[in-house]
């Protein structure tokens, strides 16, 4: 299993202004992502951390809105840039050991509002 | 693409009763199935994971099944207790692919 500490754990920012959020994990992972969960959806992908690299987006998010960063193994950093009220969300941080067929761990979220 | 459905949005039971939450998917090659639960403002907790070659697996008195041919998960609680509230969530994979594709929830409250 692994620990996924993430921070802050809300927060309230001014529109137009950015965000960074940290995750550690305990333990070496292979994979890490970034999730988003808007109220009352479901959890929709942002993209894969790339330990060493640029980040892999899903369609719909950009680096320059979602840059993230990954310089090891067990830390990354999602940054929400020029936020609008339309961010406001959780986001969370995820990690598992191996590509495929493992359980998915998540860090306790971090609980965005624009106004 | 995968896409999870969760019906009821939400649930309430008395305490002490078995339950069972439902789950369906569109694309039978799914490759592994997941629960979760979520707690507000918390992130999830990975409760079951059923794997591509099994049909069930068990932790406590949480039994998660999987029938791929009819696009179906079902959790099942038994003996629900109100710890046991909480959202919770199905999420599936396909077979080579690390994105998993979420359903929306079921809000579980187990009245004392």
């Known amino acids: 299993s692994a620990v996924i500490s993430q921070k802050p754990s809300r927060d309230i920012c001014q529109r137009g202004t950015s965000l960074t959020i940290q995750c550690q994990v305990d333990?070496?992972?292979?994979?890490m992502f970034w999730y988003r969960q808007q109220p009352g959806q479901s959890l929709t992908l942002i993209a894969t951390?790339?330990?060493?690299?640029?980040?892999?987006?899903e369609s719909g998010f950009v680096i320059d809105k979602f840059p993230i960063s990954r310089p090891n193994l067990t830390f990354s950093t999602l940054t929400v840039s020029n936020m609008s009220p339309e961010d406001s969300s959780i986001y969370l941080c995820?990690?598992?050991?191996?590509?495929?067929?493992?359980?998915?761990?998540f860090g306790s979220g971090t609980q965005l509002s624009v106004l | 693409k995968q896409e999870v459905t969760q019906i009821p949005a939400a649930l309430s039971v008395p305490e002490g009763e078995n339950l069972v939450l439902n789950c369906s998917f569109t694309d039978s090659a799914i490759y592994n199935l997941q629960w979760f639960r979520q707690d507000p403002g918390k992130g999830l907790t990975s409760l079951l994971l059923i794997q591509s070659s099994q049909r069930e697996q068990t932790s406590g008195r949480l039994n998660a099944s999987l029938d791929k041919s009819s696009g179906r998960s079902t959790l099942y609680i038994a003996a629900s207790q109100p710890g046991d509230s909480a959202t919770y969530l199905c999420a599936g994979s396909d077979a080579g692919s690390y994105q998993l594709t979420f359903g929306k929830g079921t809000k579980l409250s187990v009245i004392p």
């Open positions: 951390a790339n330990q060493g690299s640029e980040a892999t987006y």
């Open positions: 333990s070496q992972v292979t994979m």
């Open positions: 995820s990690a598992t050991p191996a590509l495929g067929g493992e359980k998915l761990f």
